[in-house]
């Protein structure tokens, strides 16, 4: 079982994050203990550069050099030395990988999220690697501690009020969810260019016999309407394909069966292989739109 679960890169001075590992979590005590962790990143300029933070089943650990810190969220079974010595390498992985002056400049969260890719290697060989392996590494951290011990915190210690925390208003953790969808699939353009172009037949035959019903045949309006009303209806599908949005389930039905009844109701001017086409791309747009979810990721980047 892994014991280092989660890795944060944060500027002191500012508490802006730099990256993070992007780990997906639902238990609600990691949760919190995330939160408690971005709280704690906010007021670390008060703290000296090696603390620990303990709660609810899991240790928060942070390691300072210069404007940069780096944290970490572990099970309470993992030791010390080892969270301290896992956070240590980071240090030397990110300060090789950009120089001062990039990481100063950063004004936006998360500018550096690719370093995620070397977090995850990292924390894999700290997880799965025997501590015998890494003895150097881990006798060197505990002569460290012996003469320079972390500062011990408790997580119920680092209050979150309302969007301010110890007097420090809380910039960076209050961002909008940002919704990702899965990568489009072959399938689904195929559904996309099939729902435009029954969007624009629809389209082309409502139009025409519009101006023929408005001129002529005034009793056509209906038919005029259910073309306009499958053309909306196609658009509106390939809409909710693309973009997420709320209660897209219950839209999907709503379109599907809309478009079947304005196509029964043209049985007059179309074919039965006509309305069994639309009827058909309009099933497959609606079972990629319910097929097509969300990435699991979580606000503030997937962190």
């Known amino acids: 079982m892994s014991m280092i679960l989660f890795?944060?890169?944060?500027?002191?001075?500012?508490?802006?994050?730099?990256?993070?590992s992007t780990d997906f979590h639902l238990n609600q005590d990691f949760l919190e203990c995330r939160k408690r962790l971005k709280a704690l990143s906010l007021i670390l300029?008060?703290?000296?550069?090696?603390?620990?933070?303990?709660?609810?089943?899991?240790?928060?650990?942070?390691?300072?050099?210069?404007?940069?810190a780096y944290m970490g969220i572990c099970t309470s079974s993992c030791p010390t030395v080892m969270a301290f010595c896992f956070l240590e390498e980071l240090q030397w992985k990110f300060s090789a990988s950009y120089d001062s002056t990039s990481i100063s400049l950063a004004t936006r969260p998360y500018a550096f999220l690719e370093f995620d890719n070397i977090i995850q290697k990292v924390k894999?060989?700290?997880?799965?690697?025997?501590?015998?392996?890494?003895?150097?590494?881990?006798?060197?951290?505990?002569?460290?501690l012996k003469f320079h011990p972390p500062v011990l915190l408790k997580l119920e210690d680092i209050e979150l009020m309302n969007g301010m925390i110890n007097g420090y208003t809380e910039v960076h953790m209050g961002s909008a969810p940002i919704y990702r969808m899965q990568p489009v699939t072959p399938l689904g353009i195929l559904s996309l260019v099939l729902s435009i172009m029954c969007?624009?037949?629809?389209?082309?035959?409502?139009?025409?016999?519009?101006?023929y019903s408005f001129q002529e045949d005034h009793e056509g309006?209906?038919?005029?309407?259910?073309?306009?009303?499958?053309?909306?209806?196609?658009?509106?599908?390939?809409?909710?394909?693309?973009?997420?949005?709320?209660?897209?389930?219950?839209?999907?039905?709503?379109l599907f069966f809309s478009i079947c009844l304005c196509n029964i109701y043209l049985c007059g001017l179309r074919n039965i292989w006509q309305i069994l086409f639309h009827i058909g791309v309009a099933s497959l747009s609606s079972y990629q739109i319910l097929t097509r979810q969300l990435m699991e990721t979580q606000p503030d980047f997937g962190v």
């Open 221 to 254: 309006i209906g038919n005029v309407i259910a073309f306009l009303l499958s053309f909306l209806a196609c658009i509106f599908q390939c809409y909710l394909y693309l973009f997420h949005g709320s209660s897209r389930k219950m839209k999907a039905f709503v």
């Open 124 to 144: 894999y060989h700290f997880n799965y690697t025997s501590c015998s392996q890494m003895k150097n590494s881990l006798e060197k951290i505990q002569e460290e």
């Open 199 to 211: 969007g624009a037949l629809n389209l082309i035959r409502g139009v025409h016999l519009a101006e």
């Open 45 to 68: 300029a008060q703290y000296p550069n090696r603390g620990t933070a303990t709660g609810r089943g899991f240790s928060i650990h942070f390691h300072s050099s210069g404007d940069i």
């Open 7 to 20: 890795a944060y890169v944060v500027r002191v001075r500012d508490g802006l994050p730099l990256s993070a």
